[in-house]
C-alpha cells in the first residue's frame, strides 16, 4: 500500500489516475494488473471514476471521496471550510 505525503496534491492523485487509465487502455501489463488487485471486474478501457477507485484504494482508502476528504484535512481545507460556515 502507498503512503499519502504529508501535503499531498489533489491535482497530482487526479493525475495519477489518468495515467492508470491511459496505460491500462495502451495495454501496459503493469497498469492493467494494478486494476485487477482491486477491480478484477472493471472493463476496459477503464472509466475515470474507476482509475480514480484504483488510486484511493492503492492509498488505503475505499474510495475517492475519503482520498480527496484526507487530502482536505491534511491541506487545512476542512477546518477552514467548516469555520466559515
Do not use: F
Not at 491511459?22 to 485487477?36: F, P
Not at 488510486?55 to 482508502?61: P, Q
Amino acid at each position: 500500500m502507498k503512503s499519502l505525503p504529508a501535503r499531498p496534491s489533489l491535482e497530482s492523485l487526479r493525475k495519477q489516475a489518468k495515467k492508470l487509465a491511459r496505460d491500462a487502455a495502451a495495454g501496459d501489463a503493469g497498469a492493467i494488473a494494478r486494476v485487477r488487485v482491486y477491480l478484477p471486474r472493471a472493463d476496459l478501457p477503464l472509466t475515470q471514476r474507476n482509475a480514480q477507485l484504483v488510486i484511493a484504494r492503492e492509498y488505503g482508502y475505499a474510495g475517492w471521496q475519503d482520498l480527496t476528504a484526507e487530502v482536505s484535512k491534511r491541506l487545512g481545507d476542512g477546518l477552514e471550510w467548516a469555520a466559515r460556515q
